[in-house]
């Protein structure tokens, strides 16, 4: 079945702090994976996608994401957090043709010290 | 260009009313998909529009329907709403169908008592 695991209810880190999110999927074929961010009472903000090509993919906001085929992995990472980068992630796949339905991960809720 | 806009922001029903819910994709977009999100059930797909016709639907019970307009403007509704049905439903437009970049809207927050 395909699936998205976000290992990682709940992150804290301190401002100035990396911060590395995770997300493992499961899927028959090659999927297209996004990273969204989403505000309180806010939708979702795509952060980041991967289709294909260079597995080191640039975002907004100095997001960047690594696809690794053989972890089925494709983790969130940005070196330096900002105290308005508090907010909950969710990571998501498709498929790579035919529908728009995306599955998505049950979120990682990340909060900033300052 | 302006994004996805869905109306109503928010709305209360009562058990076994029905609801209607309104999204307006990006100006271009063809493709409307809604996705229903729960603090329990996390976000899940309900059902993807393109060129207003139905091509894929989520696992939700016949009581959740839709329809897309040849503007491409999107429609939901829920009959006999139940107190599970309570959620933020948001719409996502995309330019077209099949593995595309959807671009959401701020939802809609239904409270059914």
């Known amino acids: 079945a395909q699936s998205v695991t976000q290992p990682d209810i709940h992150i804290t880190v301190s401002e100035g702090a990396s911060l590395e999110l995770r997300c493992n999927y499961s899927?028959?074929?090659?999927?297209?994976l996004f990273w969204y961010v989403q505000s309180p009472g806010q939708g979702l903000q795509l952060l980041l996608k991967?289709?294909?090509?260079?597995?080191l993919v640039q975002g907004i906001k100095g997001f960047e994401a690594e696809f690794k085929r053989s972890q089925s992995s494709f983790n969130l990472r940005k070196p330096s957090v900002h105290w308005s980068d508090a907010a909950e992630y969710f990571c998501?796949?498709?498929?790579?043709?035919?529908?728009?339905?995306?599955?998505f991960g049950a979120g990682t809720r990340l909060a900033v010290h300052p | 260009k302006a994004g996805v806009t869905q109306t109503p922001r928010y709305l209360i029903k009562t058990r076994g009313q029905q609801v209607t819910l309104s999204c307006s994709p990006i100006?271009?977009?063809?493709?409307v998909s809604w996705y229903q999100q729960t603090p329990g059930q996390g976000l899940q797909f309900l059902f993807e529009y393109f060129s207003e016709t139905q091509r894929n639907k989520g696992n939700f019970p016949g009581r959740f329907s839709g329809r897309q307009f040849s503007n491409s403007r999107s429609e939901m509704n829920v009959s006999t709403l139940e107190l599970g049905d309570s959620a933020l439903y948001l719409c996502?437009?995309?330019?077209?169908?099949?593995?595309?970049?959807?671009?959401f809207g701020p939802g809609t927050r239904l409270t059914v008592l």
């Open positions: 991967y289709f294909s090509g260079d597995t």
């Open positions: 998501a796949v498709g498929p790579s043709g035919g529908y728009n339905k995306l599955i």
């Open positions: 996502a437009s995309s330019l077209e169908a099949g593995g595309s970049e959807q671009f």
């Open positions: 899927y028959g074929a090659t999927p297209y």
């Open positions: 100006s271009g977009h063809r493709s």
